[in-house]
């Protein structure tokens, strides 16, 4: 029996109608079907690169490396206080503009003028190039046509996005759609306190989104997390998700649990006892302006009162999650080949008042910490035996419906590059 309430057709795979038979993992471990993601997917959609409080001041700026995109940009604060971002490509002979002791490393900080560090090339913040070295020794070089590559850039409660296609008129919150204007006015900006974590997983982008989009593992792959009593009963007792939700490219699951306190203290493990915290946050939220019942109306969708946290993906790899005691996770996945992607994971939190507050969210994070490891090497074993193609159908329950869709719109993507729609004939 269904813990839940599902859609009138019997199950969220049937309700979306996205297919119920079993489905093939090709496009992760195909080399082809990768480069033709890296054009399809990587260089045609809005991308989330940051968030605004990285860039406190006019000045500031960060660097992001797009290896799928083939591309690494720059994203500044101009000095009217506008955000924008560019191509990280010095115009006289190619080099990358801005980076440290080593080229392919990220790097941030303030500067009045960006400087290339072949020959001195220098650019204002707002991509203008400002200053050519030996300059009479060029022949009669414009310096107006010589500026930074502009990348599209916009920013959504304080999320900064750029898209680097040249051609692209989808406004960003036209692409992000229901589910972004459905969490506008939660309080990001309150939230700056942040632990982030990153690691080289050898594994494809899609199979790191999965094992996030689905809890139907967490009984089993997490059952280490808790107590040995618990364990059994969270195990026997199965995962199902309050909803689900598709729109567009975009999904979401809504969960139970992730409530703090716990209903018994012995239900989780001494440390977390003692430091009144754990995985799903500090027991005690902080006040963030807002109750839970006065959430935006796309977080906990359905108002349950066993709610503990929403997970949005917003395609192709930036995942949102939103905990009942008032934090934040936020998960990107980067491709750096058809079998490898750099997991990126960010906690924010209200800053903490004092030192123990300040515990109790780094409890929380190397909490989440654990599980991220466990789910990262699980996943590495993945890849290895679907590369082997011993098997090539896997079935799939309602509780992965969210797999289903995120491979299909991968797929919808790619073939949409492939076969673009040919122009009506003239009359």
Same mark, same amino acid.
């Given at each position: 029996?269904?813990?839940?309430?599902?859609?009138?057709?019997?199950?969220? $795979?049937?309700?979306?109608?996205?297919?119920?038979?079993?489905?093939?993992?090709?496009?992760?471990?195909?080399?082809?079907?990768?480069?033709?993601?890296?054009?399809?997917? &990587?260089?045609?959609?809005?991308?989330?690169?940051?968030?605004?409080?990285?860039?406190?001041?006019?000045?500031?700026?960060?660097?992001?490396?797009?290896?799928?995109?083939?591309?690494?940009?720059?994203?500044?604060?101009?000095?009217?206080?506008?955000?924008?971002?560019?191509?990280?490509?010095?115009?006289?002979?190619?080099?990358?503009?801005?980076?440290?002791?080593?080229?392919?490393?990220? $790097?941030?900080?303030?500067?009045?003028?960006?400087?290339?560090?072949?020959?001195?090339?220098?650019?204002?913040?707002?991509?203008?190039?400002?200053?050519?070295?030996?300059?009479?020794?060029?022949?009669?070089?414009?310096?107006?046509?010589?500026?930074?590559?502009?990348?599209?850039?916009?920013?959504?409660?304080?999320?900064?996005?750029?898209?680097?296609?040249?051609?692209?008129? $989808?406004?960003?919150?036209?692409?992000?759609?229901?589910?972004?204007?459905?969490?506008?006015?939660?309080?990001?900006?309150?939230?700056?306190?942040?632990?982030?974590?990153?690691?080289?997983?050898?594994?494809?982008?899609?199979?790191?989104?999965?094992?996030?989009?689905?809890?139907?593992?967490?009984?089993?792959?997490?059952?280490?997390?808790?107590?040995?009593?618990?364990?059994?009963?969270?195990?026997?007792?199965?995962?199902?998700?309050?909803?689900?939700?598709?729109?567009?490219?975009?999904?979401?699951?809504?969960?139970?649990?992730?409530?703090?306190?716990?209903?018994?203290?012995?239900?989780?493990?001494?440390?977390?006892?003692?430091?009144?915290?754990?995985?799903?946050?500090?027991?005690?939220?902080?006040?963030?302006?807002?109750?839970?019942?006065?959430?935006?109306?796309?977080?906990?969708?359905?108002?349950?009162?066993?709610?503990?946290?929403?997970?949005?993906? &917003?395609?192709?790899?930036?995942?949102?999650?939103?905990?009942?005691?008032?934090?934040?996770?936020?998960?990107?996945?980067?491709?750096?080949?058809?079998?490898?992607?750099?997991?990126?994971?960010?906690?924010?939190?209200?800053?903490?008042?004092?030192?123990?507050?300040?515990?109790?969210?780094?409890?929380?994070?190397?909490?989440?910490?654990?599980?991220?490891?466990?789910?990262?090497?699980?996943?590495?074993?993945?890849?290895?035996?679907?590369?082997?193609?011993?098997?090539?159908?896997?079935?799939?329950?309602?509780?992965?419906?969210?797999?289903?869709?995120?491979?299909? $719109?991968?797929?919808?993507?790619?073939?949409?590059?492939?076969?673009?729609?040919?122009?009506?004939?003239?009359?």
């Amino acid at each position: 029996m269904a813990h839940f309430p599902k859609p009138a057709e019997g199950s969220w $795979t049937e309700h979306f109608k996205i297919g119920t038979e079993p489905v093939s993992y090709a496009d992760s471990i195909s080399p082809e079907f990768y480069e033709l993601e890296r054009d399809a997917i &990587f260089r045609r959609t809005w991308l989330n690169v940051g968030r605004v409080e990285q860039l406190p001041r006019k000045g500031s700026y960060f660097t992001k490396e797009l290896d799928a995109a083939r591309a690494s940009v720059v994203v500044v604060r101009g000095t009217d206080g506008e955000v924008r971002a560019f191509h990280n490509v010095c115009r006289h002979r190619g080099n990358k503009l801005v980076w440290d002791d080593y080229p392919r490393e990220e $790097t941030k900080g303030t500067c009045r003028a960006f400087t290339c560090k072949y020959h001195a090339w220098r650019y204002d913040l707002e991509g203008k190039l400002a200053f050519v070295q030996q300059e009479s020794e060029f022949f009669d070089v414009d310096k107006s046509k010589y500026g930074l590559l502009p990348v599209q850039t916009d920013v959504w409660e304080g999320f900064v996005f750029v898209n680097l296609d040249p051609d692209n008129t $989808t406004p960003l919150r036209d692409y992000l759609g229901r589910f972004a204007h459905g969490i506008e006015g939660y309080p990001f900006h309150k939230l700056t306190q942040v632990h982030k974590y990153r690691a080289e997983i050898g594994s494809n982008w899609k199979l790191f989104i999965d094992a996030f989009a689905e809890f139907y593992h967490a009984p089993i792959l997490h059952a280490g997390q808790y107590v040995a009593e618990e364990a059994a009963k969270i195990k026997k007792y199965g995962y199902e998700a309050l909803s689900y939700d598709i729109d567009g490219p975009h999904s979401m699951v809504s969960s139970w649990g992730g409530i703090a306190p716990p209903k018994e203290r012995a239900m989780v493990k001494p440390v977390e006892r003692a430091l009144r915290s754990g995985l799903f946050g500090p027991w005690e939220a902080p006040d963030i302006g807002l109750t839970t019942e006065q959430l935006p109306p796309a977080v906990n969708p359905t108002r349950s009162k066993v709610w503990g946290m929403d997970s949005f993906v &917003f395609f192709p790899n930036f995942m949102l999650l939103v905990w009942r005691p008032n934090w934040v996770l936020t998960y990107h996945y980067w491709p750096t080949s058809y079998n490898t992607h750099i997991f990126e994971g960010t906690c924010y939190f209200v800053p903490p008042k004092n030192a123990f507050q300040r515990l109790q969210q780094e409890l929380a994070v190397v909490s989440f910490k654990e599980y991220g490891l466990q789910d990262g090497n699980t996943l590495e074993a993945t890849q290895t035996m679907l590369e082997t193609r011993t098997v090539d159908e896997f079935p799939l329950c309602d509780q992965e419906v969210l797999l289903r869709h995120l491979h299909a $719109t991968a797929q919808q993507f790619v073939r949409a590059y492939e076969q673009p729609v040919a122009p009506a004939p003239a009359s």
